[in-house]
Structure formats: structure tokens, C-alpha cells
């Protein structure tokens, strides 16, 4: 079987537990067509770099899959049906990533660096 990542974004006015069942749904479909999601990682409430159909922010939710390409094609048509989900993409990859995304790694670093310090105050050298 051949290995993808789906990333699919939300609607703004949508709450965590609905993104969860959208999640859900989507693994269903992929596990009753034959395939496995070996991951999910929800990134979070984010900002979109623009407008996409009058939504300024999105959740985004990442989805590691091991499935045939039926499987991922009946999910891509359920994502486009679906009216709480406002984009999607899904890549074929060679291997599937262990361990967290490269975006939630770089939110625990920006987490544990800190705040930043304001413009006109910096420290002296």
C-alpha cells in the first residue's frame, strides 16, 4: 500500500470536539476501505494567509495514511462534500515521519524559548 499525508483545515466557527469527529469520519473511511491512519496530530487554530471563503483562521489536522489510493480518493470526495472543511491536500510520501510533525516541534521550541522582548528594550552587549 502507498503512504500520505493529508493535511485538511476547518472552519473557524467550528469547536475542537467537531474537528475531532470530522477526524474521525475521515478515519473510517480510510480504515473501512482496506487501509490504517497511523497518525493525527490537530496543529491547532491558526491564521490563514488569506481569506478562503470569509474565514481569516482555520484548525488544521494532519493524517499519516497507509492506504490503497481508493481509499485516499473516497476520503478526498467526503472532504470536498463536507461544508466544515474549507481546504485539504494530500502528497504521497516515500516513508511516513516518526515522532511529531515539523510543525509541532517548532511550536515546543517557540514555546520554550519564551517571550519576546519588546523593540525599544533590548539588552546591552
Known amino acids: 500500500m502507498a503512504t500520505y499525508e493529508h493535511v485538511f483545515i476547518a472552519r473557524q466557527d467550528v469547536n475542537a470536539s467537531q474537528v475531532e469527529s470530522i477526524t474521525a469520519d475521515f478515519s473510517k473511511i480510510i480504515e473501512e476501505n482496506d487501509g490504517k491512519v497511523a497518525k493525527t496530530e490537530y496543529w491547532g487554530l ?6 478562503i471563503k470569509k474565514n481569516r483562521k482555520g484548525h488544521y489536522v494532519l493524517l499519516n495514511i497507509d492506504a490503497p489510493h481508493a481509499a485516499v480518493a473516497e476520503m478526498e470526495r467526503q472532504a470536498r ?3 466544515d472543511v474549507i481546504r485539504f491536500m494530500t502528497i504521497r510520501v516515500e ?31
Open 81 to 83: 462534500l463536507h461544508e
Open 95 to 125: 516513508e511516513l515521519e516518526e515522532g511529531e510533525s515539523i510543525v509541532l516541534r517548532a511550536k515546543a521550541d517557540k514555546e520554550r524559548r519564551g517571550p519576546r522582548e519588546p523593540r525599544g528594550e533590548r539588552r546591552p552587549r
Open 46 to 51: 491558526k491564521n490563514l494567509a488569506y481569506k
